[in-house]
């Protein structure tokens, strides 16, 4: 029998360096992302779950937001032994199963025993939000005024998008977010379309992406961190 480690999930709890959740709202009334559950856990947290050593470790959260914004979502996972500055991440993937649209999930292993500690945060992904309401807008005839003013405004994301990864000391991606948005703003919609720059946007344009790795997010863009010990 492989020597089983314990993986305890502790009680739901928002990051006690984030503001709580009823302080979290966007400008102007805008939506906001609201992390409603997190698995696994155990009699909602008070025993511990069991891992054996390299495991995996599928992790399922609930995430809403009130409206039709697009959301992010990311699972953070650390060892104990891990520098806070070495914090490793990866996307959650949308949960497809029973149909239940505001699952989401992924997984990490258990690689070598000792604490882990995981969590996950969302937030408004504006680029992705921006490139919903405007396909639905080309695809719908709307005047050419209202397109113009819609370009203008992806352009500033792209734009901002590029400035932050050219802050990073990043080459290609900067160039090609300029290029898009130049091909935007001389009527491109295509352009600025793709999935592949959606996905750069998204990185790029995380509440919290300058500074680093810290879990900490600023409320005036609605990020929600809920995280757990697992040991």
Request: hydrophobic share 30%; aromatic share 6%; with cysteine.
């Amino acid at each position: 029998m492989p020597q089983q480690e314990p993986t305890e999930a502790d009680a739901t709890e928002v990051d006690p360096d984030l503001p709580p959740p009823t302080e979290l709202s966007l400008p102007g009334g805008r939506d906001r992302a609201v992390v409603t559950s997190l698995e696994p856990e155990v009699d909602g947290g008070r025993y511990p779950a069991k891992r054996a050593k390299g495991q995996t470790v599928e992790v399922t959260a609930g995430v809403i937001v009130d409206g039709h914004e697009q959301l992010a979502v990311e699972l953070l996972y650390q060892h104990e032994r891990q520098r806070k500055d070495r914090t490793a991440w990866m996307p959650l993937k949308v949960y497809d199963g029973g149909g239940h649209n505001d699952e989401y999930v992924a997984s990490f292993e258990a690689e070598k025993l000792g604490t882990y500690k995981f969590g996950v945060r969302a937030w408004i992904d504006r680029y992705a939000t921006w490139q919903d309401q405007f396909k639905r807008r080309v695809e719908g005839g709307v005047s050419e005024a209202e397109l113009r003013s819609e370009r203008t405004e992806g352009a500033a994301l792209l734009r901002h998008a590029a400035d932050a990864a050219e802050e990073e000391g990043k080459k290609r991606d900067p160039k090609r977010l300029r290029a898009c948005a130049d091909a935007l703003s001389g009527g491109d919609d295509e352009a600025a379309l793709q999935a592949g720059i959606a996905e750069l946007c998204r990185d790029y344009l995380r509440p919290d992406r300058k500074g680093g790795s810290t879990p900490g997010v600023r409320p005036e863009h609605a990020t929600e961190s809920a995280r757990r010990e697992v040991f």
